[in-house]
Nanobody
Framework: QVQLVESGGGLVQGGRALRLSCAAS????????MGWFRQAPGKQRELVAT???????NYADSVKGRFTISRDNAKNTVYLQMNSLNLEYTAVYYC??????????WGQGTQVTVSS
């Protein structure tokens, strides 16, 4: 089992930046991919970015050049640096992990609200 705890969400003014963190615990050695998803009000959950154990990254087109995903293996933590935020990025952001058995694990989510 893997436990994921997000932090760093909150209210931010449009144009500013925010960094989310996701701390993993449990069977972390089995994790192959970690990532961030988001769910805006009335919309389905969607992929934001992923990062593999070796550091390969993938981004949704809507955040390329604006968001950066990174990981600190020593701290078992994944980060999502979000720059130049605007209203469309208001959502609940969820941390996700996929292990070697292709089992998915989710964090509880952290709310990001961008104000105008």
């Amino acid at each position: 089992q893997v436990q994921l705890v997000e932090s760093g969400g909150g209210l931010v003014q449009g144009g500013r930046a925010l960094r989310l963190s996701c701390a993993a615990s449990g069977s972390i050695g089995s994790i192959n991919v970690m990532g961030w998803f988001r769910q805006a009000p009335g919309k389905q959950r969607e992929l934001v970015a992923t990062i593999t154990k070796s550091g390969n990254t993938n981004y949704a087109d809507s955040v390329k050049g604006r968001f950066t995903i990174s990981r600190d293996n020593a701290k078992n933590t994944v980060y999502l640096q979000m720059n130049s935020l605007n209203l469309e990025y208001t959502a609940v952001y969820y941390c996700h992990a996929l292990d070697s058995r292709l089992m998915s694990f989710w964090g509880q989510g952290t709310q990001v609200t961008v104000s105008s």
